[in-house]
């Protein structure tokens, strides 16, 4: 499992290399968060995050996580130290699928979402607790699956071939009419 501070380091780290993204503010990062621990039973076969979250007003919050950006306030969180090493290939590659799914999604619609009727963040406000448990999170991610992972369009074609050590693209014999 990784830390939340990791995940959330490498989210604000891809949503700033991209000119054409919107800072994320710390509410979306802590929707971002949320989003992508209820997928990734789904999608890794175990919780990506290892910190609790907390049912808070707006949803989801991992309080060390809101805590070391709420400086920003409703701003968007320019840099952070993102450690390549903190997550595995696949847990940045699933982090990726995350963002392209929800990239198009406003914060409001993120709170809706998280919102939902019987969902966790639901059950445990009507019991009045605070700690979201992590079995709950787990249940409620293999309901639907919620990550779009991303496809090639090619990934299904027929194609066939390979580079030869010049990069130059070698087909089978029977499909060469050079």
């Known amino acids: 499992m990784a830390r939340a501070c990791d995940v959330a380091a490498f989210i604000i780290d ?35 995050i ?3 979250f ?3 007003p707006y949803g989801f919050v991992v309080p060390a996580v809101y805590n070391m950006y709420k400086r920003y306030g409703r701003n968007g969180i320019a840099t952070a130290d993102f450690d390549k ?9 699933y982090l990726l699928d995350v963002l392209r799914t929800f990239k ?11 919102h939902q009727v019987n969902g966790p963040w ?7 607790e605070k700690i979201i448990p992590k079995e709950a999170m787990a249940v409620y991610c293999t309901k639907d699956p919620l990550i779009n992972a991303f496809k090639t369009k090619y990934k299904d074609s027929d194609f066939v071939g390979y580079r030869d050590a010049d990069g130059h693209l070698v087909l089978p014999k029977e499909l060469d009419n050079a």
């Open 104 to 114: 198009d999604d406003s914060i409001s619609a993120l709170v809706k979402k998280s």
């Open 54 to 56: 907390e049912a808070w």
């Open 14 to 48: 891809m949503i700033g290399r991209n000119p054409n993204e919107d800072l994320v503010t710390n509410l979306r990062l802590n929707k971002l968060l949320y989003f992508a621990q209820v997928g990734s039973k789904d999608i890794l076969g175990y919780l990506l």
């Open 85 to 93: 090493a903190s997550l595995t290939r696949q847990e940045q590659l």
């Open 50 to 52: 290892d910190d609790d």
């Open 122 to 128: 639901d059950i445990v406000t009507k019991k009045r």
